[in-house]
């Protein structure tokens, strides 16, 4: 279980990543962060990843604390900006990844080669893949690790089509298998499909948090975008938007 | 067991730190033309290193070896500043123009790694690239005169084992002092910290180096008396080898621990260094505007490119840390011609980088519709106001009466030749962000080519004042020239 309590990252700059932010995850839970640009949602990310210290508050997963080896251990991560060694080969990339956590299931391994149809692609140097290829490069390291939980930043940008109906189907199987995914998108259509939960941050704060139904019926909304425009971007936002592309 | 797999992981990080490293320079040397030249340049500089090895310390290994062990001894402390002085410069170097190793830090922070293994894993092979370096050149220099004395083996060991502990406890010092000095910046909130640090510890090695230097005949004169200091520290284990035979004044103990303390200092240093998560980029010049006259924007956006890359950054600052320390330490001024053409070279070193810093984007300016004249043009001309800039604070700190402005005002064409010249040579050999020592190597070569040419050209032909001048004109016409025409070669390779 992840447990963020009370979490608050001031940047020395004096900006505020985020504020007092709580949630708790359940073993095969789905939770998607929602928030717009600058809310906060990488810096959640970067603190649960132990990747920036956080100023106050607590994390920890299964009673592991933060920052803990065996805590890192469990948790994979694909990040937003496609961070991969340029200079390797995909192969080598994925060799090294499975030597850091010490995990190798050449079965596992080769099988998610397949699925994300990168078996031609792996002797070739990173720096000349494409932003597809070094999403699903990314996806294969995470899903190929056996972590008790994945952190996924926008998973699906730059996939194509198959490539996210194969992620979504790998995240539902993963998810049964005792998996747990937090993850952070824009697309909140796609997202209401395969999320038990959301999370929505506005300002480094936690605005809103439930089941898709659960947050459809308290802002009387029809889907979870009209849910995100009416708890983070407030409603006067939403009224100035409607305003700007009459006025264009 | 915990601790054996972190060991694993930490070698882990080594190999894939010198794997990056061998992968990007097989993608640099990718054609069999590259792969020639790059050996043609390593086997002229081993040839002529190893002859101009031999007539360098031929004299002074002479001089040192009269048989006995205290004569080796000197040769050990002689050598061993030598290996100190070649290690700060090639931490230098190697700080200055390494591959940016800032990816695989991020890719690791969020690894099952402890900081302190994570940081070693990259620290490590940056410090055995550095001290391979030291040892090829100390081997260079040195063996040479040392088989042609018939020194044995085994003073030719324990000289190059010297010189390698000193280049090591050297490294071990220098980057306990970064790590230091990142800490201290990181939490001062000061910009661009990490290069800020490298050129703190960079000038403070190069002070102490100038510092000592005054005492070492001191230290040959009176070897006896060992002082520990570490610019010859490496020679206290062949000291205390001989304790007996050189009746040296040194106390084990006090060595093993200055030593311990040496390690033990960097390896908390290094673990207290968690600060490279936040980013702190420079907004100089964010007032400026752009306006609608496109020459006019291209050129404010040079400048605010050049004042706001870290590269440029760091090189100022050494440039700046050194000017003072070479003011305070040699007097010069600007008095005297030669010192005003050297800081008008210097002041127009960033314009090296400049031409690579747009090269990704040069898609964008064809899809903005600029041209490569009006690019190459903009780019030269901020290139030029930037370096005119250093030269005018460069010539501040040199100032010392009015007699020595109208040197600064004729050093004011030489910045424009230089800043014309290095300007051709940054769009000949642009900076691979992959290779970065490429284009030092290219420049390098280009200049052992020119210098000898330039060299012989002149003593067939004397010239006098007004030669000089054409010459002067020649290369400020020819660089414009050849500038314009790479620009172009390479404005429509970009597809």
Request: with cysteine; hydrophobic share 50%.
């Amino acid at each position: 279980m992840l447990k963020i309590e009370n979490v608050t990252k001031k940047y020395s700059n004096g900006i505020t990543g985020i504020e007092n932010f709580s949630l708790s995850m359940a073993d095969s839970e789905i939770v998607c962060i929602a928030g717009p640009n600058g809310s906060g949602k990488t810096t959640l990310i970067n603190c649960v990843l132990d990747v920036i210290p956080m100023t106050s508050g607590s994390i920890s997963f299964n009673g592991l604390p933060c920052g803990k080896e065996e805590y890192k251990q469990s948790i994979a991560y694909v990040a937003d900006e496609t961070i991969l060694i340029d200079s390797l080969s995909g192969e080598e990339y994925i060799d090294f990844i499975s030597a850091m956590y010490g995990k190798h299931d050449e079965v596992k391994r080769n099988s998610l080669i397949e699925l994300f149809s990168m078996q031609g692609a792996l002797k070739q140097i990173v720096s000349t893949y494409s932003h597809g290829m070094r999403k699903k490069l990314q996806l294969i390291c995470a899903f190929m690790l056996e972590c008790k939980l994945i952190i996924l930043d926008e998973p699906t940008r730059g996939l194509d089509v198959e490539s996210i109906v194969s992620l979504k189907k790998l995240m539902k199987k993963y998810q049964a298998a005792g998996g747990s995914i937090l993850m952070s998108t824009h697309n909140l259509s796609a997202a209401e499909s395969y999320c038990d939960r959301f999370s929505i941050i506005s300002g480094g704060a936690l605005i809103a948090e439930g089941t898709a139904e659960e947050l459809k019926s308290r802002y009387d909304a029809d889907n979870m975008e009209e849910v995100f425009m009416k708890s983070s971007v407030l409603s006067e936002r939403s009224e100035r938007i409607e305003e700007i592309i009459a006025g264009m | 067991m915990k601790e054996v797999n972190e060991l694993k992981k930490l070698l882990l990080v080594c190999n894939i730190y010198q794997k990056i490293l061998s992968n990007n320079l097989k993608k640099f040397l990718d054609t069999a033309t590259k792969k020639i030249i790059a050996a043609s340049i390593i086997i002229c500089v081993l040839v002529f290193g190893v002859i101009g090895g031999y007539l360098l310390s031929n004299e002074v290994v002479s001089l040192f070896l009269s048989g006995d062990a205290s004569s080796v001894y000197l040769l050990v402390i002689s050598q061993s500043l030598t290996a100190f002085i070649m290690t700060v410069a090639f931490f230098a170097v190697f700080s200055f123009i390494s591959s940016d190793s800032s990816t695989l830090e991020q890719v690791l922070s969020w690894m099952p790694i402890k900081n302190i293994y994570r940081k070693l894993g990259i620290i490590l092979p940056q410090m055995l690239n550095i001290i391979m370096c030291v040892m090829i050149l100390m081997i260079i220099l040195y063996l040479p005169a040392m088989f042609v004395n018939q020194v044995s083996i085994g003073v030719i060991l324990t000289v190059l084992a010297s010189s390698f502990i000193q280049s090591v406890l050297s490294l071990l010092l220098i980057e306990t002092f970064y790590h230091i000095f990142v800490f201290i910046t990181y939490h001062l909130h000061i910009p661009y910290f990490l290069n800020i640090s490298l050129s703190f510890s960079i000038i403070l090695s190069s002070l102490y180096v100038f510092m000592q230097l005054k005492n070492y005949s001191e230290y040959l004169t009176d070897y006896q008396a060992y002082s520990y200091q570490p610019i010859y520290i490496g020679s206290g284990i062949y000291a205390m080898l001989f304790r007996k035979q050189l009746s040296v004044s040194i106390n084990p103990l006090i060595y093993f621990l200055i030593v311990a303390g040496i390690i033990a200092a960097f390896l908390l240093a290094v673990s207290t260094d968690r600060s490279k998560c936040e980013q702190r980029p420079l907004k100089f010049l964010q007032n400026w505007r752009f306006t609608s006259n496109k020459a006019q924007t291209l050129l404010m956006k040079e400048l605010k490119f050049n004042v706001r890359n870290e590269d440029n950054f760091l090189l100022i600052l050494l440039i700046l840390l050194a000017a003072i320390l070479c003011r305070i330490k040699f007097g010069f001024n600007t008095e005297n011609l030669t010192v005003v053409i050297v800081l008008a070279a210097v002041s127009t070193l960033p314009v090296f980088n400049s031409y690579s810093l747009d090269l990704k984007y040069i898609r964008l300016y064809k899809q903005l519709g600029v041209s490569p004249l009006l690019l190459y043009v903009t780019k030269l001309l901020g290139a030029l106001i930037y370096s005119a800039f250093i030269y005018i604070i460069l010539n501040m700190i040199y100032f010392s009466s009015f007699n020595g402005l109208k040197y600064s005002l004729l050093g004011v064409i030489f910045l424009l030749v230089f800043s014309v010249s290095f300007n051709f040579m940054g769009i000949l050999i642009p900076k691979n962000p992959e290779v970065p020592t490429a284009q030092a190597a290219g420049i390098i070569t280009v200049l052992l080519i020119i210098l000898p040419l330039f060299y012989v050209f002149t003593r067939i032909i004397p010239l006098n004042h007004a030669g000089k001048i054409v010459l002067t004109a020649c290369v400020f016409i020819c660089s414009i020239i050849g500038g314009i025409w790479m620009n172009q070669k390479r404005w429509y390779k970009a597809e």
